[in-house]
Nanobody, 119 residues
């Protein structure tokens, strides 16, 4: 059974840093892309950043220069380093991935991890 498990969330002060991790497990043959989304209270979910199998990245304007996505291919894991956090970054952060599983392909979501940014 395929799972995406996020970790690393928690309360952080404005200006602080946090690193989120998302590990994919299961009978994974290939990873087409992995991405981080977030949903703030009362708002729609938005993509924060994505990374393709070739390493191409796509950042939301609001996080450019502050957030960095990276990956550890051998661990099927993607990381989100978040620096200079602002109160408006407060959200539930969720991992999304497009995974090849033998003869089929599907997208999966993690359960989400909360990131409150507050003093």
């Amino acid at each position: 059974q395929v799972q995406l498990v996020e970790s690393g969330g928690g309360l952080v002060q404005p200006g602080g840093s946090l690193r989120l991790s998302c590990a994919a497990s299961g009978n994974i043959v290939s990873i087409n892309f992995m991405a981080w989304y977030r949903q703030a209270p009362g708002k729609q979910r938005e993509m924060v950043v994505g990374i393709t199998s070739s390493g191409s990245t796509n950042y939301a304007e609001s996080v450019k220069g502050r957030f960095t996505i990276s990956r550890a291919n051998a661990k099927n894991t993607v990381y989100l380093q978040m620096n200079s956090l602002k109160p408006e970054d407060t959200a539930v952060y969720s991992c999304n991935a497009g995974l090849g599983l033998g003869t089929r392909y599907s997208t999966y979501w993690g359960q989400g991890t909360q990131v409150p940014v507050s003093s």
